[in-house]
């Protein structure tokens, strides 16, 4: 079974430039998690998804981010106009239920210059 | 909100002396789930504690969760190099049906 695959692995954006990231969660999942890490930082909470539904969205900045899990199709991350502070890895998970074992995608390193 | 919390963040040691490190909760967890990132990759699952007072072992890392299932502790013998990395707990609020709730994460360095 392929893990959890994420692309690109690396994103470079300039300042106002949209940045989409995009996480196919482990055949089989329905549940997706969607991390930001800093560098020497931890991982910070953004947002969890189900099939077409955003189930917790309480650590995603309101503005300029969004979230969608379609039916068809793999998890969307969207930052628009984005800034320096956007940089970081971001990490997508899934799991088979809620609570159980997440499973991490490489991650997408976005850069803005 | 529940909060699960690592510290110190960082900890450097010799190649060949014992690590341990705490993984503390504020409210009682249904389980219990520790990651290792190595740098430049990804968290990885390690092991999952259910039950109190469990202890599992995996070659030279020993985890257990404690008896009010709040906290649990990672334990390396004689260290490597190869365990570099950052470890993360996790854990799911007893009852609550919740999502993972993520620490920190300690990273650990190992001096040769």
Same mark, same amino acid.
């Given at each position: 079974n392929a893990g959890v695959m994420q692309n690109p692995r690396h994103l470079v954006r300039r300042r106002g430039q949209e940045a989409r990231l995009r996480c196919s969660p482990v055949k089989g999942h329905s549940h997706v998690y969607w991390y930001r890490q800093l560098p020497e930082e931890g991982l910070k909470f953004m947002v969890y998804l189900q099939k077409e539904n955003i189930i917790d969205e309480s650590g995603m900045p309101k503005e300029r981010f969004s979230a969608e899990f379609p039916k068809e199709g793999p998890s969307i991350l969207r930052i628009q106009q984005v800034v320096r502070g956007d940089s970081a890895a971001y990490f997508c998970a899934s799991s088979p239920l809620i609570s159980d074992t997440q499973y991490f995608g490489p991650g997408t390193r976005l850069t803005v210059l | *909100? @529940? @909060?699960?919390?690592?510290?110190?963040? #960082? @900890?450097?040691?010799?190649? *060949?002396?014992? %690590? $341990?490190? #705490?993984?503390?909760?504020?409210? $009682?967890?249904?389980?219990? @789930?520790? #990651?290792? &990132?190595?740098? *430049?990759?990804?968290?990885? %699952?390690?092991? &999952?504690l259910v039950k109190s007072g469990e202890v599992k072992k995996q070659k030279r890392l020993t985890f257990q969760f404690g008896e009010a299932k709040k906290n649990s502790s990672l334990h390396i013998t004689a260290t490597q190099t190869t365990d570099v990395g950052t470890y993360f707990c996790a854990g799911e609020v007893a009852g609550a049906n919740s999502k993972l709730t993520f620490g920190k994460g300690i990273t650990l360095s190992v001096r040769p």
């Open positions: - | *909100g @529940q @909060q699960v919390m690592q510290i110190p963040q #960082y @900890q450097h040691v010799q190649e *060949g002396e014992d %690590f $341990t490190t #705490y993984c503390n909760s504020s409210t $009682t967890l249904s389980n219990i @789930q520790w #990651y290792k &990132q190595r740098p *430049g990759g990804h968290p990885v %699952f390690l092991i &999952q």
